[in-house]
């Protein structure tokens, strides 16, 4: 059984730590005993006397085992942390770090799954890219890539060549967010590829669009939006949005579209939820909320003055909606929400759930777990 693992993507945002998530829930749910690990991560948070990358807390949550900055977030590279290493490299000792924690974890686990940062080359600058992090640590690489042909082949050559240049050994290629309609040729293509290069096409998983669904909460940080109500309801997801101004020329199927978010000024919300709560009469109730959150935009360059009394609509009430509002104006608040890369976290437990769903049905787990080199 291979002893470790390097998950590698080709770039950012194409579901790296989703797909590690996956791996390392999905082998322990076949009884294995797995380790996790990111060696090198870029945005850490601060739990008082834990620093620890976000991603290494989202797996501790769940998978249930006791977080250690030491041994599961060993190297992050914050903010002026290159500058700083540029300056005087002698006194940082990140390789020492990184080896110290696999020596750990690789005697108390079967197999240890290691989660890149980013695309190959992050982390060149300080003498840690991903290529030179598998080396160190010994470790097979699979490389995530993002569904799709040309595009898709023409990324995954340049990050196998860098695994390549330093004698990594890649052992496999996960396609992620195919389409399902594609899935047939996506499969025959890409496969048709990496039969020329000799790697083997370990899995392709579809798109699923409840991944990309972003939360209140993470709306709320992309507007800078101030909480007026229902805070505890903040992990509502987002399916889609409406303008307040717009719902009259909306064509409204209420069976199909669910989860929407109400993005409206505050001279409008009144008319704009009177006019949901009527929608809503005829709905099925078993489809799910219509509406999962309220954004009450301002004029662009200051918050309007709320009055809470204001928003005691029965609408609200019934259905427990968070509402947010921000000084972006109306087209403000869409481009950023429009813009949001949504992130699996600690916030989106079904996200969890989903990944390993998906990874369970889609990759070939003994593929990975019984791999041998073909000589």
């Given at each position: 059984?291979?002893?470790s693992?390097?998950?590698?993507?080709?770039?950012q945002?194409v579901?790296?730590?989703?797909s590690?998530l996956?791996?390392?829930?999905?082998?322990s749910?076949q009884?294995?005993e797995v380790?996790y690990c990111?060696?090198?991560?870029?945005?850490?948070?601060?739990?008082?006397?834990?620093?620890v990358?976000?991603?290494?807390?989202?797996?501790?949550?769940?998978?249930?085992?006791?977080?250690?900055?030491?041994?599961h977030?060993?190297?992050i590279?914050?903010r002026g942390?290159?500058?700083?290493f540029?300056?005087?490299?002698?006194?940082?000792?990140?390789?020492?770090?990184?080896?110290y924690?696999?020596?750990?974890?690789?005697?108390?686990n079967e197999?240890?799954i290691?989660?890149?940062?980013?695309?190959?080359?992050?982390g060149?600058v300080?003498?840690l890219?991903n290529a030179?992090?598998?080396?160190?640590?010994?470790?097979k690489?699979?490389i995530i890539?993002?569904?799709?042909?040309g595009?898709t082949?023409d990324?995954?050559?340049?990050?196998y060549?860098?695994?390549?240049?330093?004698n990594?050994?890649v052992?496999?290629?996960i396609?992620?967010?195919v389409?399902?309609?594609?899935?047939?040729k996506?499969?025959k293509y890409?496969?048709?590829?990496?039969e020329?290069?000799n790697?083997?096409?370990l899995g392709?998983?579809p798109?699923?669009?409840?991944?990309?669904y972003?939360?209140?909460?993470?709306i709320?940080?992309?507007i800078n939006g101030?909480v007026?109500?229902n805070?505890?309801?903040?992990?509502?997801?987002?399916?889609?949005?409406?303008?307040g101004?717009?719902?009259d020329?909306?064509?409204?199927d209420?069976?199909?579209?669910?989860?929407?978010?109400l993005v409206?000024?505050f001279?409008?919300?009144?008319?704009?939820l009177d006019?949901?709560?009527?929608l809503?009469e005829?709905?099925?109730?078993?489809k799910?909320?219509?509406?999962?959150?309220?954004v009450?935009?301002?004029?662009?360059?200051h918050?309007?003055?709320?009055?809470?009394?204001?928003l005691?609509?029965t609408y609200?009430?019934?259905?427990?909606?968070?509402v947010v509002?921000t000084?972006?104006d109306t087209l403000?608040?869409?481009?950023k929400?429009?813009?949001?890369?949504?992130k699996?976290n600690t916030?989106?437990?079904w996200?969890?759930?989903r990944a390993?769903?998906?990874?369970?049905?889609?990759?070939?787990l003994?593929?990975?777990?019984?791999?041998?080199k073909?000589?």
């Open positions: 059984m291979l002893r693992v390097y998950v590698a993507a080709t770039s945002h579901g790296k730590t989703t590690t996956g791996l390392v829930a999905a082998l749910n009884g294995h380790g990111k060696p090198v991560g870029q945005q850490f948070l601060d739990l008082g006397q834990l620093k990358d976000k991603d290494a807390l989202l797996f501790s949550k769940v998978m249930n085992f006791e977080l250690s900055s030491e041994l977030s060993p190297v590279l914050g942390a290159t500058t700083a540029l300056d005087n490299p002698d006194t940082f000792h990140f390789a020492d770090r990184i080896r924690a696999a020596s750990h974890l690789q005697k108390e197999i240890v290691y989660e890149g940062t980013g695309h190959p080359g992050v060149s300080v003498g890219s030179d992090v598998a080396k160190m640590l010994n470790s690489v699979i890539v993002e569904g799709g042909i595009n082949i990324r995954l050559e340049l990050s060549n860098m695994f390549k240049s330093r990594v050994e052992i496999g290629v396609v992620n967010k389409l399902p309609e594609k899935i047939e996506v499969t890409v496969g048709m590829h990496l020329k290069i790697l083997p096409l392709v998983l798109f699923d669009s409840s991944l990309s972003p939360i209140m909460f993470t709320a940080q992309a101030r007026l109500l805070n505890t309801c903040l992990n509502n997801p987002v399916e889609g949005y409406i303008s101004s717009l719902i020329q909306e064509d409204f209420t069976d199909d579209r669910k989860n929407l978010l409206v000024s001279k409008r919300l009144k008319e704009a006019k949901i709560n009527k809503n005829t709905r099925d109730p078993e799910g909320p219509l509406i999962s959150g309220v009450i935009t301002g004029d662009g360059k918050e309007l003055p709320i009055e809470l009394s204001a005691a609509h609200i009430k019934e259905n427990k909606l968070p509002t000084a972006l403000g608040s869409v481009v929400i429009t813009n949001i890369e949504v699996i916030h989106t437990p996200k969890a759930k390993i769903e998906l990874i369970t049905k889609h990759v070939n003994n593929a990975i777990t019984n791999y041998k073909e000589e």
